[in-house]
């Protein structure tokens, strides 16, 4: 139980054009997810955390108008990278933490953003 | 953000060696979990360990928490050559808040 399905795995698009990625939770209603960006070789960093039916709340630093986070329903979240450029290439990991158990979070398996 | 250092940066060990790996965090936590990811891929979880434990086993996994020093440890012991990957330690501060990723470990076993 407490999966999240993402999509795509993998995106290529054109400098200037928009990517939208979709992290849905499949057997739980996921009321807050959490948008995480790695680079290679680095660590997991988070973007920001959506809540259903309110406005995300950004990381600092992390542009909010580049990053756009839909999360209209329980269980889907969306990322939409605007105006993409080479250097937003990197892996986009979604979270999110699940109920009954406080501490348990599943992640959706990426999506690997390469912008030319 | 990120909550700390995690050391080793890289660890490079034989088949059959025990890898220790070391992660320290900045502020107060209700859960420490480690993870594990291969080259590319997602994350998994490998455990966890409650804000008010000491140590926890799981197969050839240890972990220790150390609230006082706010560090944890994680010990892989008789390592495999399927265990070459990045992990990472993760806190979160409180029930349902995002987890805080350390900056990772990568391991390499040779066999």
Redesign the interface.
């Known amino acids: 139980g407490a999966v999240v399905s993402q999509h795509p795995s993998r995106v290529i698009c054109k400098s200037g054009t928009s990517v939208k990625i979709e992290c849905r939770s499949l057997d739980f209603q996921a009321t ?1 997810m ?1 948008w ?1 960006r790695q680079f290679p ?6 973007m920001a ?1 959506s809540n259903e039916g309110s406005k995300a709340t950004y ?2 630093g992390v542009e909010k108008d580049k990053f756009l986070i839909n999360h209209a329903s329980l269980t889907l979240s969306t990322l939409t990278v605007t105006s993409a450029h080479p250097e937003d290439s990197s ?1 986009y ?1 979604c ?1 999110a ?1 699940y109920g009954g158990r ?2 348990g ?1 599943t ?4 999506t ?1 953003l390469t912008v030319v | ?2 909550q700390g250092e995690e050391d080793p940066q890289a660890l490079s060990i034989q088949e059959g060696e025990n890898a220790t790996m070391n992660c320290s965090y900045k502020t107060s936590i ?2 420490l ?1 480690w993870y594990r990811q291969n080259s ?4 998994v ?1 490998l455990i ?1 360990i ?1 804000s008010n434990e000491r140590e926890k086993h799981s197969g050839r996994l240890r972990v220790t928490l150390d609230t006082s020093k706010k560090s944890s440890s994680l010990l892989i012991t008789a390592s495999r050559a399927a265990d070459t990957a990045s992990y ?1 330690c993760a806190t ?1 501060g409180q ?10 470990t ?1 391991l390499s076993v040779s066999s």
């Open positions: 807050t959490f995480y070789k680095q660590s997991l960093m988070l955390t990381e600092q892996f990991i979270s933490a406080l501490d979070y992640f959706g398996s990426g690997r | 953000s990120q209700n859960n979990q590319g891929r997602g994350l979880h966890l409650r990472f979160d029930a349902g808040t995002a987890l805080i990723f350390g900056k990772g990568t």
